[in-house]
């Protein structure tokens, strides 16, 4: 039997939650200086989509008030020719139509950080409130993929140019950069079961993007088997982004909202 007195007083805690994300998307991406917008609901790409594939899992070690976690997301998302909208695809060129692209996104969002708790009030029968500040960044790779097909009578100023034709453009492009980010979260355990976590955090600052940001709201119950916890996880969470680089045909970028809600099951030990 171990002596009492050389028990850690506190011990790491440790959890992994795998959590699927049903994302819907509203924005725009730029590749190779040409822009598609994009709006499409988790339901549209569920139904029309042959890429919706992807892997979503969180880590979180705690020891005392510091602690840290990961953040892994990785997605297939493919928007049918409904559900995107190609712009103009040479400056200064004018469509009369609304031309249409299929565009496929290969998306990876990993996250890593530290956090420290600010605050804590106990409250009755093992209840409490904290507040945790969090630092960290967030990296993004995206590779997109589309083939764009346009109707109908396009003038270019420029050079005086106007005709009536049927045009196709395909392009492929690969963005990767890191953003900075600080936030703040929110903890109530309402029982030794049951607890809601609230967050939020920016980032980019211009370093990375100019702007990034995330908001995410969670319930989780647990259930105690020896000594390991098993939680179920729901809620909602949304991330948003304002990346551009490059100009004219090298311009690349993407200013897109991910939002949907999240449901996942943990193990903490």
Sequence with gaps: MPDPSSLDPDPWRIGFT????AINVAGSVTARGQTVDVNASFIDLLQK???????MSYFEADKGRVGFYGDLVWTRLGFARSMAAYRNPLPGLQISVTANA????????????GLYEVERWPGSDGSFTAVDAL????????STYASVDALGTASYAPLGIEASRQFGISLSNTMQWVDPL??????HRFTPHQEILVRGDIGGFGLGSQLTWQALGVYSYEWQIDRTVLAA????????????????FDASGMNLVLHGPVIGIGLRF
Aim: hydrophobic share 45%; proline share 0%; no cysteine.
């Design 18 to 21: 795998a959590y699927g994300w």
């Design 49 to 55: 989509s042959d890429s919706l594939i992807g892997w």
């Design 102 to 113: 299929a565009l496929v996104t290969d998306m990876v969002i990993a996250e890593m950080g």
């Design 135 to 142: 630092l960290g960044f967030r990296y993004w790779n995206s």
């Design 182 to 187: 600080v936030g703040l979260r929110l903890r």
């Design 233 to 248: 996880v729901i809620g909602y969470r949304a991330i948003g982004v304002n990346y551009g680089a490059g100009s004219g």
